[in-house]
């Protein structure tokens, strides 16, 4: 997961903005978690409806407040802002652990056309491996708030760092009745890795509501 910022620097939204410019940062912070990427803008009425139950999702799962143990989990704001200052200004509230792009770095607008964003507010959900397991996650972490998590988790197949030996990785016993569905939902075809797919299109188009990106 790390390879898709490699070479790029990436900013903790903590109050030292502390910098990952490093491989083994990256990693560190991206390397067998669930990464979202989340792409939205202060100016977008969507994307401000939208953030307060992002953040609520988020913290709940990773705040030791209400864990013991914080999920596998990051977030990467993929800001579409006009201005540093919009950025800053949506980025001002938002939890620490988030993570986000300079805002003179291009790739911002890159990762949306590789991953086809075409509204906003658009969560991508990818697997460790860079796979994508669900192509915008708005409605569904809308709907479900965290237990989203534990269905990605199981269509992620994610190693639980904690108690999982070396021979135990591959596994193929189902961990739930549910996970062949789950897995056959968040199905990924490889080759197709940041296009289109039926899958993960947005509901309702250009009349959905959603604020446009391109």
């Known amino acids: 997961m790390a390879s898709l910022f490699s070479g790029r620097v990436l900013i903790r939204n903590n109050s030292d903005q502390d910098e990952l410019d490093t491989e083994a940062e990256l990693s560190r912070r991206l390397e067998n978690r669930l990464v979202l990427l989340f792409f939205g803008a202060a100016a977008c009425p969507q994307c401000q409806a939208f953030v307060p139950v992002l953040k609520d999702f988020f913290v709940r799962l990773t705040d030791e407040f209400y864990v013991l143990r914080a999920a596998q989990l990051a977030l990467v704001y993929v800001s579409q802002d006009s201005t540093e ?14 993570l986000f792009l300079p805002f003179e770095d291009d790739l911002r607008r890159d990762l949306g056309r590789q991953f086809s964003v075409q509204h ?26 965290p237990a989203c998590f534990t269905n990605w988790q199981e269509a992620a197949e994610l190693l639980d760092r904690s108690f999982l030996q070396p021979e135990d990785l591959d596994d193929p016993a189902p961990r739930s009745l549910t996970e062949p569905l789950r897995r056959r939902k968040y199905r990924v075809d490889r080759a197709a890795r940041g296009g289109r797919g039926p899958e993960g299109a947005r509901e309702g188009g250009p009349g959905g509501g959603a604020g446009a990106l391109f």
């Open 85 to 98: 200052e919009q950025q800053d200004l949506f980025l001002r509230d938002m939890p620490e652990k988030w």
């Open 120 to 145: 906003l507010p658009a969560v991508v959900v990818l697997k460790p491996g860079g796979d994508v397991l669900t192509r915008d996650a708005v409605a569904e972490i809308q709907r479900l708030g």
